[in-house]
């Protein structure tokens, strides 16, 4: 009997050459030996080749483990096929082990309220976690959006706006020059609503085209210049 991990390795390469049979071959060896990774991979295998049923074997198998990743992908399964207070205790499985995609589905379940009592504070803590886990910009607007739209605190939708403007995203550059135009959670700074702004239009963001055409029609922190305020208008 040889090594599970060596027989996964194997798959793996197989893999990465474009030699699926052989790959899952070798795979499925390690997962017969019970190797949670090896088993996920199938299961994930399974998943793209559109057999749910094969797929939700190998999952549980892998889950049966402890393998956080295992316990997202059935979490994920019951949640596709709308069973959300049983996608919700999978999920939470995973998100003990610091899972970021599960601790994430946490947080969306007290956001919508589907799964679980609705609750904002909580939605923003486990969205939090997944942010430390694996930030990313979606994640950071998504906790901004919580706390402008339903916790009414403007200076920590700000700060997460920043963390999300910082990582590229434009919805978030042109929320942060909001912020900074209306005063909002920060000081009022023209200048810096210009600059925020400036970055998210760059990016092609329509909303922020049309608050630079404004700043310039009305004069705010620019030389008022309507020819210029056309140009972004249109």
Request: hydrophobic share 30%.
């Amino acid at each position: 009997q040889g090594s599970s991990a060596a027989y996964s390795l194997l798959g793996y390469y197989y893999e990465e050459q474009g030699d699926y049979e052989t790959a899952n071959a070798w795979v499925t060896k390690a997962a017969n030996q019970a190797h949670a990774p090896a088993q996920n991979f199938l299961g994930v295998n399974y998943i793209i080749g559109e057999d749910n049923t094969k797929a939700l074997e190998w999952f549980t198998k892998a889950a049966e483990q402890g393998y956080a990743e295992a316990l997202y992908r059935i979490g994920s399964y019951y949640s596709d096929n709308k069973d959300y207070k049983t996608a919700f205790d999978w999920y939470q499985k995973a998100a003990e082990q610091g899972h970021s995609g599960a601790e994430f589905a946490v947080g969306n379940a007290f956001y919508s309220g589907e799964s679980v009592s609705k609750d904002y504070e909580k939605a923003v803590e486990w969205g939090k976690k997944a942010y430390d886990h694996r930030g990313d910009k979606y994640k950071a607007e998504w906790i901004a959006d919580i706390y402008e739209n339903h916790l009414k605190d403007h200076k920590k939708a700000q700060e997460w706006y920043q963390k999300a403007a910082e990582l590229g995203g434009d919805y978030s550059q042109n929320k942060v020059g909001g912020h900074y135009f209306h005063g909002d959670g920060v000081p009022q700074d023209f200048a810096k609503a210009i600059e925020w702004f400036q970055k998210a239009a760059e990016q092609g963001n329509a909303a922020a085209e049309n608050n630079l055409g404004c700043m310039y029609e009305k004069g705010n922190g620019v030389t008022q210049d309507y020819e210029k305020a056309g140009e972004r208008y249109n």
